[in-house]
């Protein structure tokens, strides 16, 4: 089956830091991904979805200069989170269509923000 | 816009018996439905999907759905629960139109007692 792959799984940072998470579809390409945000005991909430060559697409009320997306190729999207608050602190989980409409989630990445 | 509704937030099942999660939906169309096992930390793992066909869909680790477009409801079953069946269910539902994300429901956490 597809694999999703999410690099790193987990990350601590200081405030005020950039961290950039890394999605990528092992073995099929991809042109388009989605980012997920996840609390602690809620559902998975849309953030944005991420086009290969073109600009992401974001959700009311996510702000796309602090959540950077970068979709450079057919099996990479990157999320940057620019200054990063404990508010941020999270679970970030992206998706990626096979084309087949079958989404297959990567392992997501826990980021804690001190 | 299509939604998803579990209406049960947590249930609790003894090891051995029967389970039913369940799920309903809305969208003016056919849909594409899912179900997504979440262990604590982790990321998710698809436990089967419907895109069309026989309304009885048959997914890993014994796990069934069965579509009732009358009921607007894709409920997970399984006939015997096991202790490892612990986590939290996600019930998501797509779209037709392609590179479309998914919409998930807020999720029901199945708890398995000896």
């Known amino acids: 089956g597809a694999v999703v792959s999410q690099h790193p799984s987990r990350v601590i940072c200081k405030s005020g830091t950039s961290v950039k998470i890394e999605c990528r579809s092992l073995d099929f390409q991809a042109t388009t991904m989605f980012w997920y945000r996840q609390f602690p005991k809620q559902s998975l909430m849309l953030m944005a979805t991420s086009n290969e060559g073109s600009k992401a697409t974001y959700e009311q009320g996510v702000e796309k200069d602090k959540f950077l997306i970068n979709h450079a190729s057919l099996t990479l999207s990157t999320l940057t989170v620019t200054s990063a608050h404990p508010e941020d602190s999270s679970f970030y989980i992206c998706?990626?269509?096979?084309?087949?409409?079958?989404?297959?989630f990567g392992p997501g990445t826990r980021l804690l923000v001190l | 816009a299509q939604s998803v509704t579990q209406p049960d937030i947590h249930i609790t099942v003894s090891e051995g018996a029967s389970l039913e999660l369940r799920c309903n939906y809305s969208y003016g169309a056919t849909p594409y439905l899912f179900w997504y096992v979440q262990s604590p930390g982790q990321g998710l793992q698809l436990l089967l999907k419907?895109?069309?066909?026989?309304?009885l869909v048959q997914g890993i680790k014994g796990f069934e759905a069965e579509f009732k477009r009358s009921q607007s409801s894709f409920n997970l079953r399984k006939p015997s629960v096991h202790w490892s069946d612990a986590a939290e269910y996600f019930c998501a539902v797509g779209t037709f139109s392609g590179n479309t994300p998914l919409v998930f429901g807020k999720g029901t956490r199945l708890s398995v007692i000896a």
């Open positions: 419907y895109f069309s066909g026989d309304t």
């Open positions: 998706s990626a269509d096979t084309g087949t409409k079958a989404q297959y």
